[in-house]
């Protein structure tokens, strides 16, 4: 009896339970097994290209022959692996994450076994499929740069996301094959290439298998963007760098627009697209000459004799010296027991500042930067772009630096010393800057004393009408970038004093006695002007002064002088500025000049083609839109 209301009594407590399940609790529940038998995923957007100031495709998207495998449907999942190393290349290091993560998975989760195949490839997988049961090709899409390594620094790459970006709350981080801007202009404009992600509704069973698909929504693809650089210069400027360490950089003097921005050596971002072996990332990593750093933006240089004409400029704004003033060089400078040397041993002789800057002379400017102090250098070094970033955002760009004596005190604890400030006065010393800002110092100069930063995207109205996908894009970056930049005001300087500066770096290009007039040219009237510099970049002891200098083609490459050169073409209404560092190339005269000296003169050779720019833009963008219209 006890028994039987025992029992009467359990199941009123499971009958009540079931009432308040199915009645009171029915819409909670109900909506959580609707969410157990509905997934929604994301579907990763096509990336926007990025296209060169003619709408040359610069980054673009390629189909991804790739083959997956879902371990549940094959019998034997590692022999299937095995038979698919006959058909595909499969690299030791994904072979080795398949064997361990296989096992562990839910077996019907795919796993990529091999991907960036070549046709013939893709299609011997399809021809056995029979025999592959859980075997599955796919065509994805890959991102590919067609020309190769010409714009690998700048432009950067993309990659697959790591274990600090998943970290950010973004789930289309983890959507699988889905790739991130990881340097250049992929990672800066990230959020305007990779557009908005899509999604679809699956219905899937109770251990997760997708049983049918519900709904899709294909998202938006990223906006392109058309940048200011030109392939051809750029092709040109990898080439003259060759195997030598270094970097160019082109910018128009007035619109600030980035013709050129190459560094070298470079890297194919393609490789990082699919995935580095071990081999060849350590040999990038164990290269000397630092194939992975953007040295245009991020390489930091002693500028040498380059900044003469900012300490000229100095001398005169502070009236510490006239334009006529004569100096006398006798190869060295004597301050306080310390000898400071002129790179011509022997002396120039008198010189005033334009034959100083013609032949640059040290002494002129040892003795020029002690009446002026630091302080005034360093007030004009920064109002031509020096000590500060250049390129608004730009993914991995230095400063540089340009001491003084806040600085000196703040980092070093220690006072300015009057020495000091003499080595400032011929661009050593502390003094470090990057070639992108030598190029915003010679188109400031050469423009007049505009303040024109760099842009590396075109202005929306250059852009052609009927590509709204990427006038739109240009015109939203553009405008914040220079809201946050200055627009062409002037540099509060005398007119005057740059115009001094004009003839004498046309005299040291033109005139006999220049440091660079073996590399000009005369481009039917057409001239170009200019500043060589060679930095040191070791010590040079008393005793190997007494002996004899040891010639830096003798020395070790690391101990070898950096050659650079700065200047601008045409002399009359200056349109281009360039700026070119070589690491350790020895002479700024013979190494350095030359190689601005060709990318000026093709410049202003490609300028003479007639409506070059508005007709391969057009061309560019109705073949576009032809392709556009064909897929819809």
Not at 212 to 221: I, V, Y
Not at 225 to 238: F, G, R, V, Y
Not at 345 to 361: F, K, L, R, V
Request: proline residues 6%.
């Amino acid at each position: 009896m006890i028994l039987g209301l025992g029992q009467l009594g359990f199941f009123g407590l499971l009958a009540a339970r079931l009432q308040y399940l199915q009645v009171t609790q029915a819409d909670q529940y109900g909506i959580l097994a609707e969410n157990n038998r509905v997934n929604i995923g994301l579907i990763a957007p096509l990336r926007g290209r990025i296209l060169d100031r003619y709408g040359q495709e610069i980054a673009t998207n390629r189909p991804n022959f790739q083959v997956v495998m879902i371990p549940e449907q094959t019998k034997d999942p590692i022999e299937t692996l095995r038979v698919l190393e006959k058909l595909v290349p499969i690299s030791p290091s994904r072979r080795k994450r398949l064997l361990r993560d296989i096992p562990r998975s839910r077996g019907f989760v795919p796993f990529t076994v091999a991907e960036n195949l070549e046709w013939e490839q893709f299609a011997a997988i399809n021809l056995n499929l029979p025999h592959l049961p859980g075997v599955e090709p796919q065509v994805g899409k890959l991102r590919y740069y067609p020309q190769d390594d010409i714009f690998s620094h700048m432009v950067g790459y993309v990659g697959r996301p790591d274990g600090r970006d998943l970290r950010r709350d973004d789930p289309l981080l983890k959507v699988p094959g889905f790739r991130i801007g990881k340097s250049g202009v992929e990672k800066q404009f990230d959020d305007t290439l990779r557009g908005s992600a899509g999604s679809r509704r699956v219905e899937v069973n109770n251990v997760g298998r997708v049983i049918r698909e519900l709904a899709r929504n294909p998202g938006a693809q990223g906006a392109d963007l058309m940048m200011s650089m030109d392939s051809t210069l750029q092709n040109e400027a990898i080439r003259l760098l060759g195997e030598q360490s270094g970097s160019v950089v082109m910018m128009d003097v007035n619109s600030g627009e980035v013709l050129t921005i190459a560094s070298a050596p470079t890297f194919n971002p393609n490789q990082f697209t699919v995935g580095l072996s071990q081999r060849e990332w350590d040999g990038l990593l164990d290269d000397q000459r630092k194939p992975l750093i953007n040295k245009a933006i991020a390489g930091q240089y002693a500028p040498g004799s380059t900044v003469k004409m900012l300490i000229a400029i100095a001398g005169l704004e502070e009236k510490v010296i006239t334009p006529n003033e004569k100096i006398v060089c006798e190869g060295q400078y004597e301050l306080g027991g310390d000898t400071f040397h002129c790179w011509e041993h022997e002396g120039h002789g008198a010189m005033n500042m334009h034959d100083a800057i013609t032949n640059s002379c040290d002494v002129y400017f040892y003795e020029l930067a002690r009446r002026l102090g630091i302080d005034p250098i360093e007030k004009v070094a920064k109002k031509f772009g020096l000590g500060s970033p250049s390129i608004p955002g730009a993914f991995g760009e230095k400063k540089g630096l340009i001491p003084g004596r806040d600085w000196k005190r703040a980092n070093l604890d220690a006072s300015w010393q009057t020495g000091e400030t003499l080595i400032a006065g011929i661009g050593q010393g502390y003094m470090l800057v990057t070639p992108i800002q030598l190029a915003v110092m010679t188109a400031r100069i050469a423009n007049g004393g505009k303040a024109v930063v760099p842009k590396l995207l075109i202005d929306p109205e250059d852009v052609v009408a009927n590509d709204q996908n990427v006038s739109r894009a240009n015109e939203d970056i553009i405008s914040t970038d220079m809201d946050a930049a200055e627009k062409n005001t002037l540099i509060q300087v005398d007119p005057e004093h740059i115009k001094l500066m004009h003839k004498a770096m046309t005299s040291v290009v033109n005139n006999p006695d220049g440091t660079a007039f073996g590399s000009r040219f005369n481009l039917r009237g057409v001239a170009s002007a200019g500043k060589t510099g060679t930095v040191q970049v070791r010590r040079i002891s008393k005793d190997e002064r007494e002996s004899g200098i040891i010639p830096n083609e003798e020395l070790d490459w690391h101990l070898r002088d950096h050659a650079l050169f700065v200047g601008f073409a045409p002399v009359k209404n200056p349109k281009y500025a360039v700026a070119v560092v070589v690491e350790h190339g020895g002479s700024g005269s013979k190494v350095a000049a030359p190689i601005a000296q060709k990318l000026l003169k093709m410049a202003l050779e490609r300028d003479r083609q007639p409506n070059k720019t508005k007709t391969a833009r057009a061309n560019a963008f109705n073949k576009t839109i032809k392709t556009k219209a064909g897929k819809a």
